[in-house]
């Protein structure tokens, strides 16, 4: 299994990112896949998740109406669009599948 995020950068706040998450080794389309981020100091926390096919989604409540969580089954790759984004969203970004993680993104909100 491997999982390879990519998409983090520096940006200001307001502003937009999407991260992605390559996916190999498993059969994507019937794994449910997540996103997890974890700030300096703080524990790894869960951000959203998505179902293998795609229809449902959960959000934690802080950035619920400004994230999207989707997936494209056909290329193995998993999305997190990330939009009005806050100094607080600052984290390494992983992407995770059960016991599996990738190596994380950073993401850097800051004016």
């Known amino acids: 299994v491997q999982l390879v995020e990519s998409g983090g950068g520096s940006v200001q706040p307001g502003g937009s990112l999407r991260l992605s998450c390559a996916a190999s080794?498993?059969?994507?389309?019937?794994?449910?896949m997540s996103w997890y981020r974890q700030a300096p100091g703080k524990e790894r926390e869960l951000v959203a998740a998505i179902n293998s096919a795609g229809v449902g989604t959960y959000f934690v409540d802080s950035v619920k109406g400004r994230f999207t969580i989707s997936r494209d089954n056909a290329k193995s790759t998993l999305y997190l669009q990330m939009t009005r984004l806050k100094p607080e969203d600052t984290a390494v970004y992983y992407c995770?599948?059960?016991?599996?993680w990738g190596q994380g993104t950073q993401v850097t909100v800051s004016s």
């Open positions: 080794g498993f059969t994507f389309s019937s794994a449910g």
């Open positions: 995770r599948r059960l016991n599996y």
